[in-house]
């Protein structure tokens, strides 16, 4: 008798990078090209996913949640510029 070998198909998960302190001030207008940036990944991933091909939807609350850190950022940088006025 031949020995049936099965094949398994092996599948790698991405982790999301451990939340890291950050060390560099941003200024408002890197601030604001990343918040850009993030936005335009987060609409992308919106319309793979309704198209089918998102993996991991988990992505979407990821990336919500990313673009809310920037802008509560950007809103402290603006409070603290009128708080010095």
């Known amino acids: 008798m031949a020995a049936e070998t099965k094949t398994i ?20 207008e890197q601030l604001n090209e990343e918040l850009l940036k993030l936005r335009q990944e987060h609409i992308e991933s919106q319309k793979s996913h309704r198209a089918g091909e998102l993996v991991n ?17 950007i809103n402290v940088s603006n409070k603290a510029v009128k708080e010095e006025n």
């Open 9 to 28: 198909k092996k599948t790698t998960v991405k982790t999301p990078a451990k939340a890291v302190k950050a060390t560099e001030v941003k200024t408002v």
């Open 57 to 73: 939807p988990h992505v979407l609350t990821v990336q919500r949640k990313g673009i809310a850190r920037v802008l509560t950022a």
